[in-house]
T-cell receptor, first 113, second 111 residues
């Protein structure tokens, strides 16, 4: 398996623009997590899914952020409109079953100017 | 989630053993102790986990205190590729809970 795949790897956009981050989890995994990493706040959970259903989105900063998982092999994290404070590295991770180890993707580095 | 405390940074010489400590005095009886590490410019990766007994795998060993209030990640022979931030994380055993990351320990390895 190629591991968790994220695209794009880097994204530079202007304030106010819509940004869509994509994630393909490892085949067969039933959990998918979106995390964000900044220097100030470290690594923090945004949202996670089990069997394509959102379980906990309490980490999503505000209504500008939305995440979907239309099927078991694809998830998106959308920011609309983007703001400079959204600049961060966004990681997607997937895992299988109860207490399974999480496999992280390489991340998407987002810069909003 | 119960809190963990780790030193901000540690330094090791190459090919020497490294002991990375973690304190978790408020750990509950069902919390597992997980360790992840994050190499520069990469996503975190799983290292090892345990409940009560010491654990070994190809990457490292995990020594858990008898009262479970502390644990130590042991890298038997540090290499330059082990330079990373190491996170000690407690996870309950119900479902597949998200990871709650602290600041971790930044390990530097000197050649």
């Amino acid at each position: 398996d190629a591991g968790v795949i994220q695209s794009p790897r880097h994204e530079v956009t202007e304030m106010g623009q819509e940004v869509t981050l994509r994630c393909k989890p490892i085949s067969g995994h039933d959990y998918l997590f979106w995390y964000r990493q900044t220097m100030m706040r470290g690594l923090e959970l945004l949202i996670y899914f089990n069997n394509n259903v959102p379980i906990d989105d309490s980490g999503m900063p505000e209504d500008r952020f939305s995440a979907k998982m239309p099927n078991a092999s694809f998830s998106t994290l959308k920011i609309q409109p983007s703001e400079p404070r959204d600049s961060a590295v966004y990681f997607c991770a997937s895992s299988y079953g109860t207490g399974g180890e999480q496999y992280f993707g390489p991340g998407t580095r987002l810069t909003v100017t | 989630d119960a809190k963990t405390t780790q030193p901000n940074s540690m330094e090791s010489n190459e090919e020497e053993p490294v002991h990375l400590p973690c304190n978790h005095s408020t750990i509950s009886g069902t919390d597992y102790i997980h360790w992840y590490r994050q190499l520069p410019s990469q996503g975190p990766e799983y290292v090892i986990h345990g409940l009560t007994s010491n654990v070994n795998n190809r990457m490292a060993s995990l020594a858990i205190a008898e009262d479970r209030k502390s644990s130590t990640l042991i890298l038997h022979r540090a290499t330059l590729r082990d330079a990373a931030v190491y996170y000690c994380i407690l996870r309950g055993n119900s479902g597949n809970t998200p990871l709650v990351f602290g600041k971790g320990t930044r390990l530097s390895v000197i050649a």
